[in-house]
């Protein structure tokens, strides 16, 4: 077995960390397992019991590895993690498109993810530089759910655009400024849209501040903003395809 460690965004392959996120990995990326690394081959948890057995169904490689689990993990009650190869999941361009403009925090990509496929969204454009999707982290924080999502990553928001044209979806932007209410914009149409959030720190850049239509989530000047993940969930549940 190879001498897996702490995750390096240079290397081919990632993390699955702890029962559910393995689980989703192997229901929606069977084909890029690489191998089940488990704390206890013994072990008397049902679960890691259950993932053993799906693996080794499945032909994928099986092995008792503490050692390793804690390397990667950094943390000793990690009981199993499945190693997968990285792959490309290109946005379709018919479908609603999640835009997070250079995100930093894993733990708010990996919340967002988890609520887009709870809303029904399918694809997520990262714009550099940004949060790794592939970092067990944010994978763990979206409980697996982004094995669910085509997400890709553009070195600019001109390069995204060139892709996907505003002449023909409409772009909302959430941020503070040139923005009407979320409370008096309703989706209209089910031709796709593109939804896009800024960076957690510092928003989204001056130059978007008069693109696309902006969108502004009222609430009490008590407090300063809210988290980007509580605010992309309210954004992508308000602007969902209805049933």
Do not use: W
Not at 94 to 105: F, G, K, N
Not at 125 to 150: E, K, T
Not at 209 to 237: C, H, K, M, W
Request: net charge neutral; with cysteine; glycine share 6%.
């Amino acid at each position: 077995m190879p001498k897996y460690g702490a995750y390096d965004k240079n290397d081919g392959f990632s993390y699955a960390l702890g029962l559910f996120p393995s689980m989703e990995l192997l229901a929606a990326r069977p084909d890029k397992l690489k191998c089940l690394l488990v704390q206890d081959l013994s072990s008397e948890s049902e679960g890691v019991q259950k993932l053993i057995s799906l693996c080794r169904e499945r032909g994928v490689e099986v092995e008792e590895a503490p050692k390793a689990l804690a390397r990667i993990s950094g943390k000793e009650n990690c009981f199993a993690a499945l190693v997968f190869d990285k792959y490309e999941s290109p946005l379709v361009a018919a479908e609603d498109h999640v835009l997070l403009y250079s995100p930093s925090d894993t733990g708010n990509v990996g919340s967002i993810l988890r609520s887009a496929v709870a809303f029904g969204y399918k694809n997520v454009a990262i714009i550099r530089p940004g949060v790794d999707p592939f970092d067990p982290r944010v994978i763990r924080a979206s409980m697996g759910a982004a094995f669910r999502l085509n997400i890709e990553a553009f070195d600019s928001f001109d390069d995204y655009r060139a892709r996907f044209s505003d002449a023909i979806r409409p772009y909302y932007l959430f941020r503070l400024r040139n923005a009407k209410p979320l409370s008096t914009i309703r989706r209209k149409s089910p031709a796709p849209l593109t939804l896009v959030f800024g960076n957690e720190a510092s928003g989204l850049p001056k130059e978007l501040e008069n693109f696309g239509r902006g969108v502004l989530i009222e609430q009490a000047p008590t407090v300063d903003s809210l988290n980007l993940s509580v605010a992309a969930g309210i954004g992508l549940y308000a602007f969902r395809k209805s049933e």
